[in-house]
């Protein structure tokens, strides 16, 4: 599709409505002014340093393959220390990379709804990230997009590439001030994982409470590729709303989404993660744990559809309710279009069971102590496919999560 | 250490245990035999003080301690511990995880001597890193449960049916460190610890030497004896003829 064809059609989804999660004037967030640039993570304002360390992000860059920073909406740092990475803003590739605009809105359709039509028609940015064919690029990449400014509407188009046979583990953290009362995330990300290529993607949304946010990603998946969702989400959201997908269109391609929510005050989510198990022998496991207290509300959702020779796709989605006033919706859904299929799912709500905590008791545990551990013990998803220093990291960022609500 | 006298339980409201006096002694072993629904596992859940057994009446302490209103953990602390016969499944805290608690160690890493403690009871590192009884088999969670008592050290403990559902050769191996953990192997003036097993078929009882027996019927204790008679007599005859096997001998004093 050309440039104006996207225009067009994104022109024509301006006012569509989205699916599902309830409608938000996008017109009531503004752009905002241009952020200097800075030449390290470190000149970053003290106040916001702990909001980074929240997100998952090193200012000091150890152990780092790459860092990118985009404050409101500008891009404010960005920066690559291994060869066969590439990393930048969206806007800058495009530039860049004449082939790269073959990419855009090939994974999430442009006029899906108004907020992709507005990523299109009122990009900010966003960022870009390649490994070259054949590269592992073990150390993880970083990148944070970053809220500041009351009002603002964030709009960002990531686009995510692994060449043949690479390698690429990424972990984002979305972040905002502590001074900001109401802002908007509209994020598009597409990622593209080729031929025997590996993704890991570990998302940590920071939020607060007056955030709406709307991420719309899509993932495709070649022969033998696999890519690999962390999501983590600890702190209260106004109203977060998405829903995932991977296609599953190669042989043996995988996916894994794994989501750990912990909802609590007022915050609205509407979560779900997607796979099309397009390929032969392709694969899927998803894999959720929510726990709604105060007045949460959380919908979560999870969908395997299978088409292709041999797919096979495990749902397993858990709940655990922490308060007679919040809401969980569990809806696991299966698609089957044909005999040679393996799809299944289990789910689960309830609350923390009186004889776990006996049990704990009896060990010399309080009860307050015990229950602590059970919840942390329902958080507690085996974190697969990263590099051993990469999975333990995740845990400690999850832990750090865990401790600042419990 | 443990005295208990004329205590009366309730559970949801229904009278299980009525006047019931026993005495465990520092440095004893009791075997508490009886049929099904008789009461035994509710009294050991109400010496340890789960919520739901309701005491209305009676006494009981625990190393002098007046324990009746102590939350469970506070019994613990006083140096009481359990062998649960159907614990739960607790997703995502392991094993291992659960010998730290019961060791009352806050890191995440085992102590090394407990590692070597899990490789007597056949229990692997692998096996520490799975959650804690999803799945285990039924030898399994007895030598789990044994394990976490080694951990946490009791100066009393508890076990309820610990031959159930065990293999022969598995009970040879938890009648052994059972025996270590209730001070069998010391002489009896070196005995510190003390000890109450529930058990249905008694074969536990070749593996560990205990002091005293008892059969429960219907919310008492009905008689009380020497093991080897006790055990004798219940395996051949049944429990309620042992009872009357013991009043009669009562009789005849």
Same mark, same amino acid.
């Not at chain 1, 099309?276 to 559809?305: K, P, Q």
């Not at chain 2, 614990?87 to 009352?104: F, H």
């Not at chain 2, 059972?178 to 003036?189: A, H, I, Q, T, V």
């Not at chain 2, 529930?198 to 429960?216: E, F, L, N, Y």
């Given at each position: ?406 | ?30 075997? /508490? ?113 044994? /394990? ?33 953990? /209730? ?71």
């Amino acid at each position: 599709m050309t440039k104006k064809e996207l225009i067009e059609r994104a022109g024509r989804a301006k006012t569509k409505k989205a699916a599902l999660g309830e409608d938000i004037a996008i017109e009531n967030f503004v752009t905002g002014r241009e952020h200097d640039a800075l030449n390290s993570l470190d000149e970053f304002p003290e106040e916001y340093q702990q909001d980074l360390l929240d997100a998952g992000i090193e200012p000091s860059e150890k152990d780092r393959s790459g860092s990118f920073l985009q404050r409101d909406c500008s891009v404010v740092f960005s920066t690559v220390k291994y060869p066969g990475l590439e990393l930048m803003s969206t806007t800058d590739a495009l530039k860049e990379h004449d082939w790269l605009k073959g990419y855009l809105w090939k994974a999430v359709p442009v006029d899906m709804d108004k907020y992709t039509a507005e990523v299109e028609l009122e990009q900010t940015h966003g960022y870009f990230i390649r490994s070259e064919a054949g590269k592992k690029v073990t150390m993880p990449v970083q990148s944070c997009l970053f809220i500041t400014t009351d009002k603002i509407g964030q709009k960002v188009h990531n686009i995510i590439i692994a060449e043949e046979d690479s390698e690429l583990h990424i972990i984002t953290g979305c972040s905002v001030s502590h001074a900001v009362n109401s802002a908007l995330h509209l994020g598009v990300s597409e990622f593209y994982v080729k031929k025997g290529a590996k993704i890991t993607f570990t998302m940590i949304h920071n939020w607060s409470r007056g955030m709406e946010v709307r991420p719309r990603s899509a993932v495709v998946i070649e022969d033998d590729g696999a890519f690999i969702s962390n999501y983590i989400l600890m702190t209260p959201v106004k109203s977060l709303q998405m829903y995932p997908t991977a296609y599953c269109v190669g042989r043996n391609a995988r996916a894994t989404f794994q989501t750990i929510i912990y909802a609590h005050g007022d915050t609205k989510i509407d979560s779900g993660s997607r796979a099309v198990l397009r390929g032969e022998g392709s694969r899927s496991e998803i894999i959720s744990r929510v726990i709604a207290a105060d007045n949460a509300t959380v919908i979560a959702r999870s969908d395997v559809i299978g088409e292709g020779a041999n797919a096979k796709g495990h749902i397993e989605c858990r709940g655990l309710m922490l308060s007679d006033t919040a809401e969980v919706d569990s809806i696991p859904e299966l698609k089957a279009t044909r005999k040679d299929l393996d799809l299944s799912h289990e789910a689960a709500v309830g609350k923390v069971a009186e004889e776990e905590i006996q049990y704990l008791m009896a060990r010399g545990l309080s009860e307050e102590e015990a229950t602590s551990v059970i919840i942390r013990g329902f958080l507690n998803v085996d974190i697969t496919g990263l590099p051993d220093a990469l999975a333990r990291e995740t845990k400690k960022m999850f832990d750090m999560s865990l401790e600042k609500v419990m | 250490m443990l005295e208990i006298k004329d205590l009366t339980v309730e559970v949801k409201g229904k009278e299980i245990i009525r006047d019931l006096t026993l005495n465990i002694e520092r440095g004893e072993v009791h075997v /508490l035999f009886g049929p099904n629904g008789c009461g035994k596992t509710t009294l050991l859940m109400t010496i340890l003080g789960l919520p739901n057994y309701k005491v209305t009446g009676g006494i009981m302490t625990f190393k002098g301690v007046d324990i009746i209103n102590l939350p469970t953990n506070e019994r613990v602390k006083l140096g009481m511990g359990m062998s649960f016969q159907h614990p739960p499944v607790i997703r995502g805290v392991k094993l291992g995880d659960m010998v730290n608690i019961a060791q009352g160690r806050k890191e995440e890493r085992i102590d090394e001597n407990l590692i070597v403690l899990a490789k007597r009871l056949n229990i692997s590192v692998d096996f520490l890193n799975r959650d804690v009884n999803l799945g285990f088999s039924g030898g399994e969670v007895k030598r789990s449960e044994i /394990l976490q008592l080694l951990a946490q050290s009791p100066d009393f403990i508890m076990f309820d049916e610990p031959d159930s559902g065990v293999d022969v050769e598995n009970i040879e191996l938890i009648g052994g460190i059972m025996s270590e953990l /209730l001070d069998r192997n010391k002489r009896p003036s070196k005995r510190k610890k003390a000890g109450l097993i529930i058990t249905h078929s008694g074969s536990i009882m070749r593996h560990i030497k205990v002091d005293r027996a008892h059969v429960m019927l219907e919310g008492r204790i009905a008689c009380s004896g020497m093991p080897d008679e006790i055990t004798k007599n219940v395996m051949e005859s049944g429990f309620e003829k042992c009872v009357e096997l013991c009043s009669k001998e009562v009789g005849t004093e």
